[in-house]
């Protein structure tokens, strides 16, 4: 039992799918995830395939601050993801709305509806620190198994250094 | 018969990827995160009003302030660190406390985890306005600490 | 011959144990060599196989009633039609295959494609009747073209045999049959020019859309069963007449493998090089290209059978 539960944590870790989710963003980072499969990057040269539908994949990228509108729309495609998911949160916009902080249109970022597992940071972020999250997310796949993600965490606390005087 | 060519070249020159966990170079005119220096920060806040999405948060303080940065939040505009060059230049400093560096951050898995908080106690002022001789309230200088780092722990100091 | 061999041939070689491998290997192959040649460095060796791995251990959502009762089926069906085509096929000459015929061969040939259209019929979702009306479209073209190139073959040689086929004297008309499946196997095998019919992102993946997990280990394993199926029947057909007279029936083996391997590096070329057609298109191209070949090849074997 304990091989073949090896044998599932490297395939997952193998082969993670991706299903690539717009909830208002810019396009900067959906660019730089279309420039991640390009040849210079190959994101296939991890396992990484991108799906033309969610319940073919096991990891939900998602770029752009969650508009109002988009809540339900991205709602519902977790919810379509199946088995074992992880989501990860590409660009700046998903992790903190970046510029549009006190914008009327958002609903938030997208801790607020969905667990996240990675966060990629900039804007837009290199297609290579892209790879990077992916990879890393596959790894969480690997380690979680079968458990359900956690529930959704508070913001950590800021780290706060004193200076030497 | 042009896309045979290129295959067979292709083929021939053999694959242009970088393996995984390689970065590429990043040019010199590359805006990345910002980096910090307390020991030349006078105190201005005008990166913090020139922060276009909020990632640097100021809070003064009697005799000290709080600076933090969370590349989370940045998107590298770059407008910080001209704020401060500028209004360095206009006291007469070649010198600023913010600068960019070439390097991408990390990808990080909680909330917030980025994000780093300097307490800078408050300086008297440079030599050229020092006939003034009107004390600030602080007192030593201020030592400077590791600068930002991506992905570096914060060094802990005593407090001041 | 026996239950037992029959049992050997149909489950070992080159039946489901060989032909699994098999099907994971050129699916590789397919996808390494159209990276290589779009300057990429494509996946690793074994990963169709970690690929079907972690799709078994994927949850499938409830499907309740009649449908989700088929949904499950087709996929079953389409993997074991696949995994007997490919246990017909005499890759060891001597030992003749499976004794069935092309008929049986070619019907187990169009399951898979038969599958795959009821699937996105009963998946109800509207991706998957548009992707399902497109590989109805299209199976209706090539399958013309298809079939006329065989049985203008076989016509020729009094014979659905395939191992009475496979050492026929050489003629032009078995060439022209022989071009004439390798212009349809793109179309039956979902590559680019004629990938339409699983085209992702454009239909959300077609017919397939709804399904997940096993069920799609299962028809990832189809497709990998019908490139083999594919390439064996092309190698069936041309191998005998690359035949060194020494060797024996190993080395007949290897070079009907190495024919595969062959079509497939031929067929991935055609994929990196082309983009995806239309629709409209892709009949087009069968109906007014193709379709003057194939009756060439039957009249000529009518008028050959005449003759003799």
């Known amino acids: ?165 | 018969m042009n896309i045979l060519i290129m295959l067979w070249k292709n083929l021939r020159r053999g694959y242009q990827t970088l393996l995984f966990p390689a970065h590429p170079r990043v040019t010199p005119r590359f805006r990345g995160l910002v980096q910090f220096d307390p020991a030349l920060c006078t105190g201005c806040a005008v990166c913090r009003f020139r922060c276009t999405s909020r990632a640097i948060e100021f809070k003064a303080g009697k005799g000290e302030f709080t600076w933090s940065y969370n590349p989370g939040q940045c998107t590298f505009c770059g407008r910080c660190v001209e704020g401060c060059a500028e209004h360095a230049l206009k006291e007469g400093h070649t010198e600023h406390a913010l600068s960019q560096q070439e390097a991408v951050p990390p990808v990080y898995t909680t909330q917030g985890e980025l994000k780093k908080s300097y307490t800078v106690a408050r300086r008297p002022p440079a030599a050229k306005m020092a006939t003034t001789a009107t004390a600030r309230s602080a007192g030593g200088d201020a030592r400077t600490t590791a600068g930002l780092e991506a992905g570096a722990t914060p060094a802990t100091g005593g407090a001041q | 011959m026996n239950l037992l061999t029959a049992l050997a041939r149909l489950l070992i070689f080159p039946g489901l144990l060989f032909a699994v491998p098999a099907a994971w290997f050129f699916l590789w192959v397919e996808r390494k060599s159209v990276a290589l040649m779009q300057e990429r460095v494509g996946p690793p060796f074994m990963q169709p196989f970690w690929d079907f791995v972690k799709l078994l251990g994927k949850s499938t959502p409830p499907r309740p009633g009649i449908a989700g009762l088929l949904m499950r089926a087709w996929p079953l069906i389409a993997v074991s039609a696949a995994a007997g085509a490919v246990g017909l096929l005499p890759v060891l000459p001597s030992s003749g295959g499976f004794e069935g015929d092309l008929i049986l061969l070619l019907a187990l040939l169009e399951l898979p494609s038969i599958c795959i259209i009821a699937a996105g019929f009963s998946s109800r979702s509207i991706f998957g009747e548009i992707g399902s009306a497109r590989e109805a479209a299209l199976s209706v073209s090539y399958n013309i073209v298809f079939l006329l190139a065989i049985v203008s073959i076989a016509a020729s040689q009094h014979t659905f045999r395939l191992e009475a086929l496979a050492s026929a004297p050489f003629t032009p008309l078995h060439w022209l049959g022989v071009l004439a499946i390798l212009v349809c196997l793109p179309a039956k095998l979902h590559i680019n020019p004629f990938s339409l019919p699983n085209a992702e992102q454009e239909i959300y993946s077609g017919p397939m859309t709804e399904y997940a997990g096993p069920e799609l280990a299962m028809w990832e394993l189809s497709h990998g069963l019908e490139w083999v199926a594919g390439t064996g029947l092309v190698a069936t057909l041309v191998a005998p007449h690359i035949a060194i007279p020494w060797g024996g029936a190993w080395l007949a083996a290897c070079i009907f493998v190495a024919i595969s391997f062959g079509v497939v590096l031929l067929l991935s070329a055609l994929a990196a090089a082309t983009a995806r057609l239309a629709i409209d298109s892709s009949v087009r191209f069968y109906w007014q290209c193709t379709l003057i070949f194939a009756v060439l090849a039957v009249s000529s074997a009518i008028f050959m059978r005449f003759r003799s």
């Open chain 1, 1 to 165: 039992m304990k091989l073949l539960k090896r044998l599932m944590c490297t395939a997952r870790r193998r082969s993670p799918w991706l299903f690539h989710m717009n909830s208002g963003s810019c396009n900067g980072c959906d660019i730089e995830i279309v420039a991640a499969l390009s040849p210079r990057y190959d994101a296939e040269q991890l396992g990484v395939r991108l799906e033309g539908s969610p319940r073919h994949a096991d990891i939900l990228c998602v770029t752009g601050p969650v508009t109002r509108k988009a809540v339900g729309a991205v709602k519902t495609v977790y919810d379509q993801v199946l088995g074992p998911k992880a989501v990860i949160a590409i660009g700046s916009c998903p992790a903190t709305t970046n510029v549009f902080i006190d914008s009327r249109t958002l609903d938030g970022p997208l801790d607020k509806h969905l667990p996240v597992d990675v966060f990629v940071p900039g804007c837009p972020p290199r297609p290579d620190a892209i790879i990077a999250g992916v990879a890393k997310a596959a790894q969480i796949l690997a380690e979680r198994g079968n458990k359900a993600p956690q529930p959704i965490v508070a913001i950590a606390a800021e780290t706060t250094e004193e200076v030497n005087q």
